[in-house]
């Protein structure tokens, strides 16, 4: 069982690297369909703000590293120092590979483990993404109206919005029965799985287990009423904080948009996170959806690959942190990508 996953992030390497030419290429085009000059123009403009970029980046993993301190049951027994280290790590992690959060948040959960068992770190991870997955919900939501609404859109774009905020209405009211009614929808599945003869092997032993990480899940609110209210508001800061990045980015770009733009565009980007998480740091993918965004918002396309590039090196800033907060620990990616890989077997339901 323990070596099943790393098997199979083994077996992704060609998709990764597929991926990764294919986002090459990309990047290549959009680059020279905005025009070279203007986006190494542009580039040139944000020079040493690019060190008011990185502080202002730095909110985003904080506020929710606080946040998933506060899904424990006792966030004393983490340090806010290690739990930021984890979260950083794992998240560089996860930008690396095509696997994303499956990698992620185990590695998260194993960079921890001297201070707390992996069910706990696992089940406080849980929670926190949830409340974080509603929150981008509603940002796809509340983006969707405001770019129907105030901005002229091809038709196949407002088609291709109207579908996702259909499925962003279906999954919001989906988990909101399953949180109301306490529906264990993971073990039931796993329990049908398990008649068959594989899902009986790989999947009913471990049913129990996911059973009480889901009572977990649903007893939080009850159990920590108190702390719903911080927990939605760091989670609302990590959306205005982005939107802010990317003021300052476009500012710097000698762009200077309207707040409902740069909420637009903010709300773009993370519907390019969710969709191509599977490639690699996004290559490719960022400055093309950008630069078509800002181009349709009236901004011309090299602010938008501009600002996707500029993006990209703040990720690779937040990727080459985790990498050296792996060093110190004595660990390389690869034996870490290998042990999350494991971790993710030992974890119930991950």
């Given at each position: 069982m323990p070596g099943t996953a790393t098997r199979s992030s083994r077996n992704f390497t060609p998709a990764g690297i597929l991926a990764g030419l294919v986002g090459l290429a990309l990047f290549v085009w959009a680059v020279r369909d905005a025009g070279v000059q203007h986006v190494l123009d542009g580039l040139r403009r944000v020079g040493w703000g690019f060190l008011l970029i990185l502080v202002v980046s730095s909110i985003r993993p904080l506020v929710r590293t606080i946040a998933w301190r506060l899904c424990l049951e006792s966030s004393e027994?983490?340090?806010?120092?290690?739990?930021?280290?984890?979260?950083?790590?794992?998240?560089?992690?996860?930008?690396?590979?095509p696997l994303g959060l499956l990698l992620s948040e185990p590695a998260k959960a194993m960079l921890v483990r001297d201070r707390l068992d992996l069910v706990t770190s696992f089940s406080a991870l849980t929670v926190e993404n949830l409340f974080y997955s509603v929150t981008v919900l509603l940002m796809i939501l509340a983006g969707t109206a405001a770019l129907l609404v105030t901005f002229s859109v091809p038709p196949i774009v407002r088609l291709v919005s109207l579908l996702l905020v259909a499925a962003a209405l279906a999954a919001a009211l989906f988990a909101a029965?399953?949180?109301?009614?306490?529906?264990r929808v993971v073990s039931g599945l796993m329990t049908w799985l398990g008649r068959w003869p594989i899902g009986r092997r790989l999947l009913l032993e471990r049913v129990a287990h996911v059973r009480e990480l889901e009572d977990e899940v649903f007893s939080f609110s009850t159990r920590h009423e108190g702390r719903l209210l911080p927990i939605w508001l760091l989670e609302g800061t990590f959306h205005v904080s982005a939107i802010f990045e990317g003021w300052i980015v476009l500012a710097l770009l000698g762009v200077h948009p309207t707040l409902l733009m740069v909420f637009?565009?903010?709300y773009i980007d993370r519907v390019i996170i969710i969709v191509f998480k599977f490639v690699p740091l996004r290559l490719g993918v960022d400055e093309v959806g950008t630069g078509l965004a800002t181009?349709?918002?009236?901004?011309g396309t090299a602010p938008g690959v501009a600002l996707a590039i500029v993006r990209k090196a703040r990720v690779l800033f937040w990727t080459a942190l985790g990498v050296v907060f792996l060093m110190r620990r004595g660990l390389s990616v690869r034996r870490t990508l290998q042990e999350a890989g494991t971790v993710a077997q030992e974890i119930p339901g991950s």
């Open positions: 027994r983490l340090p806010l120092g290690e739990a930021f280290t984890a979260s950083v790590t794992g998240t560089a992690l996860g930008d690396l590979t029965w399953v949180l109301r009614r306490r529906r637009v565009l903010e181009d349709m918002l009236g901004l």
